[in-house]
């Protein structure tokens, strides 16, 4: 399957909604936290086939701002988990020169958390080959009220004026300034929605739904994804035959 993939029509950036780990679990007649530690492969995974095979950016949806809801213990041992991960996984990364970004409000997260995954970052700083970000206490709805809050101080501040803001502007404020939009977006467990995650960034992107469960994703899995996604179309609101006469 691999070898079907057109590496010159690569989507450059890819999202992950890492979806169904609970069940998973439930399933197999465990806690939901072993769904999460059986989660780890899928990562190391799709990490690496997307590195093989050449794309740029890799965003997994790992804790949204909403999962801060969920029971106490299951936050707790997610968090632990977390920087355990990190921590075994830092040096693979750079073996295998990725840099490792997040997003999110980090602030939130607890301590040891928080100080695992920032040495992490400055220790993979100057991998060039992909880059893995981490979407953390992150949510979609959470990052535009950002946006927001920053634009209307410089408003307030006389540095800018309302008519100045435009799409572009907005960019440089959003936690992914710098990367590409995602082009393709994967989302396991069924689940047809986007769960506050990339609201601004996820306007043209195109969406893969698999009924597979997380912790069951593996490389060929992403493969299928890639390669359902190079048979799509991608039109930004212009009919076929625009885009037809523009390559012509």
């Keep these: 399957m691999k070898e079907k993939i057109d590496i010159d029509n690569l989507p450059q950036h890819v999202a992950v909604i890492m979806d169904g780990n609970g069940r998973w ?22 990490v ?9 950016y890799l965003t997994l949806y790992a804790f949204s ?6 029971p106490k213990y299951e936050v707790e041992a997610l ?11 830092t040096e693979t990364l750079n073996k295998n020169n990725i840099r490792l970004q997040s997003i999110g409000d980090i602030a939130a997260l607890p301590h040891a958390c928080r100080k695992q995954l920032e040495e992490a970052i400055a220790l993979t700083s100057q991998n060039t080959r992909m880059t893995l970000v981490l979407a953390l206490s992150y949510s979609g709805r959470w990052e535009l009220v950002n946006v927001m809050q920053k634009l209307a101080a410089q408003v307030k501040a006389g ?23 995602p082009e393709l977006l994967i989302r396991t ?39 359902a996604f190079q048979q799509r179309e991608r039109r930004f609101g212009k009919t076929s035959e625009q885009l037809q006469k523009a390559h012509s």
């Design 65 to 70: 701002t909403e999962n801060w809801s969920r």
């Design 48 to 56: 690496e086939a997307s590195a093989e095979l050449g794309v740029k």
């Design 159 to 181: 540095e800018l004026e309302p008519e100045a803001i435009n799409e572009d502007l907005v960019k440089t404020f959003l936690t992914t300034a710098g990367m590409p939009d």
């Design 79 to 89: 968090m632990q988990l977390l920087v355990s991960t990190i921590r075994k996984e």
């Design 189 to 227: 467990s069924g689940e047809q929605r986007i769960s506050n995650f990339l609201l601004w960034q996820l306007a043209y992107t195109e969406l893969y739904i698999t009924e597979l469960l997380w912790p069951d994703f593996r490389k060929e899995h992403l493969y299928e994804a890639i390669l």
């Design 25 to 46: 679990a439930k399933k197999k007649g465990n806690l939901r936290i072993f769904g999460h530690q059986n989660a780890i492969t899928a990562v190391r995974e799709t």
